[in-house]
């Protein structure tokens, strides 16, 4: 595993230099905090693996937070720095021995992570209050460990909407459920079953692989053999790329529908125009969201990295809000954070991109859209 330490005092993309796990107390070397010393957040994202692809809109869109504290006070009074470290849970060093290391050696102040919630379950038992871990991504609800602080969306707020305004538009019978195997997958699957339940609709079909299978057409061929009407997609990254250029292939968006919380605008791409007819996803943010708040982040984000930027989504833009989060955290709860957790979301007011406010009311929101890829872009087309 490589850890990589990103001074923002630099030019926006350098990179200090490289750091492996036999190199950490090294690295630590004068860093025992003291007032006015660097602010250090371990940045966890998957740098390789299924989720891989997603590294690059999650740093550049960390880095603008942090370049945004430090033109104020930091956070604390300190300059903040990244240290960025792979948490794929193909990476060579479990993520949760460089964490240990890390803390041990007073190298980090705080954690953000946008990583599968198997990761995030991993780490809790290792992080133990010792320092703040703020979890960025959508997850399958229900993390209340103290210490941890969970601000993506979950299913009852994502996926049950978007299913029920799917149901209203197409009217399906029946349903296909498939995703990677591990906690989110599942749990969104076992709420998704109940939804549909409910809406009187059955489940035809519910399967899960490993990481990383190659080749997904002879699982589309058992997915159409089913006459499932619509497929929930629940796969990771590159994991679902490969399932959309089978389904593309197959021309089976002549025959279902599918719909993706985790297909963001990177998979788009990644799976081609050809391959995405008929496919919906539902989310707190995309890039092309048109509101006041998008407006100013995307023009800080390209203003900062160009207009070659990674391209904006909802798990990149996460950890902008992650970042903003904790700065604010530590604000309202300087001295009890480590006795707080994810219910303490509503009274922590940070600087949020997928927030809509009101002056009139002097409210904040947090809404839900259902997009449909239009080529390899998203067009929203309901606010759920």
Same mark, same amino acid.
């Given at each position: 595993?490589?850890?990589?330490?990103?001074?923002?005092?630099?030019?926006?993309?350098?990179?200090?230099?490289? /750091?492996?796990?036999?190199?950490?107390?090294?690295? @630590?070397?004068?860093?025992?905090?003291?007032?006015?010393?660097?602010?250090?957040?371990?940045?966890? #994202?998957?740098? &390789?693996?299924?989720?891989? %692809?997603? @590294?690059?809109? &999650?740093? !550049?869109?960390?880095?603008?937070?942090? +370049?945004?504290?430090?033109?104020?006070?930091? #956070?604390?009074?300190?300059?903040v720095e990244l240290i960025m470290i792979d948490s794929a849970i193909e990476a060579?060093?479990?993520? *949760?021995?460089? /964490?240990?290391?890390?803390?041990?050696?007073?190298?980090?102040?705080?954690?953000?992570?946008?990583?599968?919630? +198997?990761?995030?379950q991993n780490l809790s038992k290792i992080v133990k209050q010792r320092v703040p871990?703020?979890?960025?991504?959508?997850? *399958?609800?229900?993390?209340?460990?103290?210490?941890?602080?969970?601000?993506?969306?979950?299913?009852?707020?994502?996926?049950?909407?978007?299913?029920? &305004? %799917?149901?209203?538009?197409?009217?399906?019978?029946?349903?296909?459920? #498939?995703?990677?195997?591990?906690?989110?997958?599942?749990?969104?699957?076992?709420?998704?079953?109940?939804?549909?339940?409910?809406?009187?609709?059955?489940? @035809?079909?519910?399967?899960?692989?490993?990481?990383?299978?190659?080749?997904?057409?002879?699982?589309? *061929? *058992?997915?159409?053999?089913?006459?499932?009407?619509?497929?929930?997609?629940?796969?990771?990254?590159?994991?679902?790329?490969?399932?959309?250029? @089978?389904?593309?292939?197959?021309? %089976?968006?002549?025959?279902? #529908?599918?719909?993706?919380?985790?297909?963001?605008?990177?998979?788009?791409?990644?799976?081609?125009?050809?391959?995405?007819?008929?496919?919906?996803?539902?989310?707190?943010?995309?890039?092309?969201?048109?509101?006041?708040?998008?407006?100013?982040?995307?023009?800080?984000?390209? !203003?900062?990295?160009?207009?070659? +930027?990674?391209?904006?989504?909802?798990?990149?833009?996460?950890?902008?809000e992650g970042v903003q989060f904790l700065a604010r955290l530590l604000q309202v709860?300087?001295?009890?954070?480590?006795?707080?957790?994810?219910?303490?979301?509503?009274?922590?007011?940070?600087?949020?991109?997928? +927030?809509? !406010?009101?002056?009139?009311?002097?409210?904040?929101?947090?809404?839900?859209?259902?997009?449909?890829?239009?080529?390899?872009?998203?067009?929203?087309?309901?606010?759920?």
């Open positions: 595993m490589t850890v990589t330490y990103y001074n923002p005092l630099l030019a926006p993309q350098s990179l200090a230099h490289r /750091i492996m796990p036999s190199e950490l107390s090294d690295f @630590a070397d004068g860093l025992t905090p003291m007032p006015g010393s660097t602010f250090r957040i371990a940045l966890l #994202i998957p740098m &390789c693996g299924s989720a891989g %692809l997603w @590294a690059p809109s &999650c740093i !550049s869109s960390a880095q603008v937070a942090v +370049a945004q504290l430090n033109e104020a006070d930091g #956070i604390s009074g300190r300059p060579s060093t479990p993520v *949760e021995e460089v /964490i240990n290391s890390l803390i041990e050696i007073r190298a980090i102040d705080a954690i953000v992570g946008m990583h599968i919630s +198997a990761v995030r871990y703020i979890y960025t991504p959508l997850y *399958e609800g229900g993390e209340n460990t103290k210490g941890i602080f969970a601000i993506g969306e979950t299913p009852d707020q994502q996926l049950g909407p978007a299913l029920e &305004c %799917l149901q209203e538009m197409h009217a399906i019978k029946s349903w296909a459920l #498939i995703g990677n195997d591990y906690v989110w997958p599942r749990a969104s699957n076992d709420y998704a079953k109940r939804k549909l339940k409910d809406l009187s609709v059955s489940v @035809a079909f519910e399967k899960y692989t490993p990481f990383g299978v190659n080749d997904m057409s002879a699982i589309v *061929e *058992e997915l159409e053999r089913t006459n499932a009407e619509a497929v929930l997609i629940s796969l990771v990254g590159q994991d679902a790329i490969t399932f959309n250029r @089978a389904f593309g292939s197959a021309g %089976l968006h002549k025959k279902m #529908i599918r719909l993706s919380c985790a297909i963001e605008e990177n998979g788009l791409l990644a799976s081609g125009a050809e391959n995405l007819q008929e496919l919906y996803s539902a989310s707190s943010y995309f890039g092309a969201l048109a509101t006041r708040e998008n407006a100013v982040f995307r023009e800080k984000y390209h !203003s900062f990295h160009g207009e070659c +930027a990674p391209v904006l989504n909802a798990l990149g833009q996460s950890t902008y709860h300087k001295d009890d954070w480590q006795m707080q957790n994810s219910e303490c979301l509503s009274h922590v007011d940070f600087s949020s991109v997928r +927030a809509v !406010s009101s002056k009139k009311e002097r409210t904040s929101r947090t809404p839900m859209y259902l997009a449909k890829a239009n080529g390899v872009v998203f067009e929203i087309i309901k606010t759920l």
